[in-house]
């Protein structure tokens, strides 16, 4: 029967795919018992299409349903179809799905080893495919000295399926089921946990510097950035180098030192400590000294402690929930999206919810810790809770908790991983045994400890994952998330292909672009190019500099930045508050900063105002009459009156005019004569240097052809690039495929108060339109304000019938969009406009930056400056009409944004220039019940099609 089972894995697993158990007969399962983990796993094997996960399920399959169920097993045995078995030394079949060509994915589905593929599937394209088998041969050496002990082996397993950090519970369930057969395994299996993340090639690439010949140092940092295991790495050194791996050879000594560090390094030559700068900007968040001293000695000098030490001390310490809060966005920040889980189905088509961590290998994690909770246990990090059989008693409910704490849903107000205490109160006055509680044990004070919060908004209710999503398959395509799960290699971010590609047969919905780790120890990764701040290493709470990511995949060219005394508070009507805090004063939004209180500049209206005051109130800035007699000031913005542009700080001789559009900033021929004066309109967020509103530009020798960029020109020609417009001597009309729609001149104002002379432009600018024809009316900046200045603008319908819509300040049209005002500091953006060689900080800089944190493609970023200079941000769906799913998908994406300025976390404030970023306020669209009617068919949407959607089907969306 052993011999039997493992056939039928290997036949399921090569040849199920095209017919996913279509051929199972699903009767089979009723050999076993009714709730058994047995026949709920088999069921489980019916509604399988994935053939990795198919295979891994048939894989643990027995220890749900012991080989002794003969009945059960020769019932699946004769459903198959014969085909012949491959070989069992193949460990990398699961990995096929990763690869990117269908002729490789084919190529490896039939492979019988990895020298099978090498040929169709070239290493330096299929980098995902290969670091997973690389994975996945570290897991067969350490998992086989399990021998014949099936579930020990199952958890090792589980161990190297993760794509990220292993869970504690799961290297636990490996040191319970392991220790007494296998001493290899459990060391085996220590080491790479207690490395992970696993050491990247690029981390060596100084060494090539130690190379004598210039050759050997090119071909080092080559073959460091594109193998991906250690073997490949030595054999290219060695054929590159002509030398072997002497130990005298300083190359050989670097790289083969700072792959195996020697057990007594010498102390005057030690290398500096590992640090993790994105987990250090959690630290300063601790509020107490015991956890604030762990995370910042962890994060400085890695390997010091674990993270499972500080963990058992402050992941459950209720005072330490920001900080808390802030390592989970560092170690697995919220996305969007779930589905393909075999084991936490209720889990599946939720696709305008966020989680942490919906994957095969949480789903394969909640499975184990209900295993390793069926005995009767629920071991914590600081107390067992003893319970009755969860087999038995509420298992449904048993099974919610444990799929909830590892596939672990985020919410806006908290994104913390904790169930809701009435929730834990119920399961475990019905199902604890009270019997073994220790002494003033009770299910209430346990739940104080471990779910203190009951607030929906804050923690994980449990009877929303108790039955399936409403959602069924067909619809949740609506919404894609072609970034969860991340397809990219480890030392590669997972971007939103918004811009087409040039090969339309090949044209994936993503793009995989290299990253930098946030230091030598992080998981957390930046896109290079990217400037980033990160904590000095030695500095107090307050002292960051500067970095870039370059091209060798580490933070490079850093500058420090001036100190922030995070000590100094603010007094606001005799109340302290300190640095970093957020507050409203009157109707202004505001924040703390070093002692500095930074406020809005809104308008307000008192609340003794008479009703004539309320009747006057115009809602701009120093109460401005409402007429619309722009005037364009140095820092690029239009403004709806000199009035208001005084009243916001410019003089007279600061603002001329007109629209900032109208003029040709390159009529004054500023130029050099070997020069070409191309437009460059910009809104600068920074005043330490000039907002040129052109650039001088030379005859380039030649573009990159690799870039994907198009560009419109004035001609109503594409180009593949702005270099190349330049090179052809056009003119841009707007970056983007060329639109049908565009083709024409047809005005439209946006939400900037500058006029377009078509969608595309403004979309271009990344500005959203609030209605046809030039600008000639403004809106209020206050909800008080009255409409009379916008009474004679038609507005467009809405997008989407029901719709609850937002109005933009200054705008007079309200859109079916979610948005954000944001407060931030203009001396941050001075100094990192002075660290950047004076270059401007423009809102077009922080909107190219926004948009890599929106993961679903139906939905876009645009944005302005307001009159009362805050940064207003839009997130609005780019569909012709879009769903009500589109729009909820969307405002979804705005509350995760939302939270992460406000918390500060690194994962979005480490960004220069969003560092400058304070509190934001948020508005959300929401679409009123229609009282049952069905939802509108979803559009299809090819990801090769994004851009032209986003500029084509967004003139529908503000269409009149």
């Not at 050491?199 to 140092?217: G, K, N």
């Not at 009435?422 to 019997?435: E, P």
């Not at 380039?700 to 001609?715: F, G, Q, R, W, Y």
């Not at 989407?800 to 859109?815: D, E, H, K, Q, S």
Request: glycine residues 6%; aromatic residues 6%; neutral net charge.
């Amino acid at each position: 029967m052993r011999v039997c089972f493992q056939i039928i894995s290997f036949l399921l697993a090569v040849n199920f795919y095209c017919q996913p158990l279509r051929a199972q007969d699903p009767s089979c399962c009723h050999h076993a018992a009714e709730l058994s983990p047995c026949r709920e796993a088999c069921d489980q094997l019916a509604t399988i299409k994935s053939e990795s996960r198919l295979k891994h399920l048939l894989q643990r399959l027995p220890s749900y349903c012991p080989e002794s169920m003969n009945e059960l097993w020769i019932c699946i045995n004769s459903t198959l179809p014969g085909v012949s078995r491959k070989s069992e030394g193949w460990v990398g079949l699961g990995c096929c799905e990763l690869a990117i060509s269908a002729e490789c994915r084919r190529e490896c589905k039939q492979a019988s080893s990895k020298n099978d593929i090498t040929k169709i599937c070239k290493k330096d394209t299929e980098k995902p495919l290969y670091s997973c088998i690389t994975k996945n041969e570290m897991g067969s050496t350490c998992c086989s000295y399990a021998g014949r002990h099936t579930t020990c082996r199952e958890y090792c397993q589980a161990i190297f399926r993760t794509d990220s950090s292993p869970t504690v519970s799961q290297i636990n369930a490996v040191k319970e089921y392991c220790q007494s057969h296998s001493a290899q395994l459990i060391g085996c299996v220590s080491n790479y946990t207690k490395s992970y993340p696993i050491r990247s090639p690029i981390d060596s690439l100084y060494c090539c510097d130690r190379a004598e010949d210039a050759h050997c140092q090119v071909a080092c940092r080559r073959i460091l950035r594109t193998m991906t295991t250690e073997h490949e790495i030595m054999e290219g050194l060695i054929d590159e180098c002509g030398s072997q791996p002497l130990p005298q050879d300083p190359l050989w000594q670097c790289f083969l030192g700072s792959a195996h560090p020697p057990a007594k390094p010498d102390v005057d030559a030690s290398p500096p400590a590992k640090m993790d700068c994105a987990k250090l900007h959690c630290c300063s968040k601790a509020n107490t000294s015991l956890c604030r001293d762990m995370c910042q000695e962890i994060s400085t000098n890695w390997g010091s402690q674990t993270w499972q030490e500080f963990d058992q001390l402050c992941e459950y310490n209720p005072v330490e929930t920001e900080l808390i809060t802030c390592l989970a966005d560092v170690r697995e920040p919220c996305q969007l999206g779930c589905k393909d889980l075999s084991y936490c189905t209720n889990f599946n088509n939720r696709p305008t919810e966020l989680f942490r961590s919906c994957n095969v290998q949480s789903d394969q994690g909640a499975m184990n810790d209900i295993k390793l909770w069926s005995n009767g246990t629920i071991k914590m990090p600081f107390m067992n809770i003893p319970v009755l059989d969860i087999r038995k008693c509420r298992p449904e409910m048993w099974k919610a908790v444990a799929c909830s704490l590892q596939i672990k849903p985020c919410h806006s107000k908290s994104r913390g991983s904790v169930i809701c205490k009435s929730d834990c109160v119920d399961i475990l006055t019905q199902c604890g045994d009270r019997k073994r509680f220790h002494e003033g044990q009770t299910p209430e004070r346990i739940c104080d400890l471990l779910s203190p919060i009951d607030d929906p908004e804050r923690c994980i209710p449990l009877h929303r994952y108790l039955t399936p999503s409403s959602l069924g398959n067909s619809i949740v395509e609506e919404v894609i998330h072609p970034c969860n799960p991340n397809p990219c290699p480890s030392n590669h971010l997972c971007q939103v292909n918004r811009k087409g590609c040039h090969d339309e047969l090949n044209c994936q919905p993503y793009f995989c672009v290299p990253g930098c780790k946030l230091g030598e120890a992080s998981e957390f990764l930046v896109q290079q190019d990217a400037r980033i701040q990160v904590p000095t290493r030695t500095g107090p709470a307050g002292c960051y500099e500067v970095c870039s990511c370059g091209p060798s995949g580490r933070l490079e060219n850093c500058v420090e930045m001036p100190c922030v005394d995070t000590s100094k508070a603010c007094i606001v009507g005799g109340q302290r508050k300190g640095h970093g805090t957020s507050f409203r004063v009157d109707c202004h939004p505001c924040s703390c900063y070093a002692g500095d209180t930074i406020c809005s500049t809104r308008e307000c209206l008192s609340v003794d105002s008479s009703d004539e005051d309320r009747r006057r109130f115009t809602g701009l800035p120093c109460g401005c009459p409402d007429k619309f007699v722009p005037v364009c000031a140095t820092n690029g913005r239009t403004y709806p009156s000199s009035c208001v542009a005084r009243c916001m700080g410019f003089q007279d001789h600061q603002f001329l005019f007109g629209h900032c559009r109208s003029s040709d900033p390159c009529s004054t021929k500023p130029c050099q004569r070997n020069q070409r004066c191309v437009t460059k309109r910009r809104v600068c967020l920074s005043d330490s240097s000039d907002c040129l509103q052109y650039e001088c530009v030379g005859r380039p020798a030649a573009c990159d052809k690799s870039s994907i960029e198009p560009a419109c020109d004035t001609d109503g020609l594409v180009h593949a690039s702005l270099c190349q417009l330049q090179q052809n001597g056009k003119a841009l009309a707007y970056m983007g495929q060329c639109q049908d729609a565009c083709r024409k001149p047809r005005k439209v104002c946006g939400h900037n108060g500058e006029t377009y002379n078509t969608v595309c432009e403004a979309f271009s600018d990344r500005v959203a339109v609030d209605y046809e024809g030039p600008c000639h009316a403004v809106g209020g900046v206050s909800d008080l304000a009255s409409d009379s200045a916008c009474s004679s603008i038609p507005c467009p319908p809405l997008s989407t019938p029901g719709c609850v819509p937002v109005t933009p300040p200054g705008a007079c049209c309200p859109l079916c969009a979610s948005m954000l005002q944001i407060l931030w500091n203009k001396d941050q953006m001075n100094t990192f406009s002075k660290l950047n060689r004076n270059q401007p900080v423009t809102v077009h800089d922080v909107l190219q930056i926004l948009r890599l944190h929106v993961s679903v493609p139906q939905c876009d970023v645009f944005g302005y400056l307001s009159f009362d200079h805050q940064l207003v941000v839009l997130i609005a769906p780019v569909d012709q009409q879009p769903t009500p799913l589109q729009i909820e998908a969307c405002s979804k994406e705005a509350e995760k944004i939302d939270s992460l300025i406000n918390y500060a976390s690194p994962t979005l404030v480490s960004h220069v220039p969003l560092s400058a970023f304070l509190t934001s306020e948020i508005q959300t669209s929401t679409i009123r019940s229609s009282g049952g009617a069905p939802p509108s068919p979803p559009l299809p949407l090819g990801p090769c099609l994004l851009l032209g959607l986003l500029l084509a089907a967004a003139l529908d969306l503000h269409r009149a």
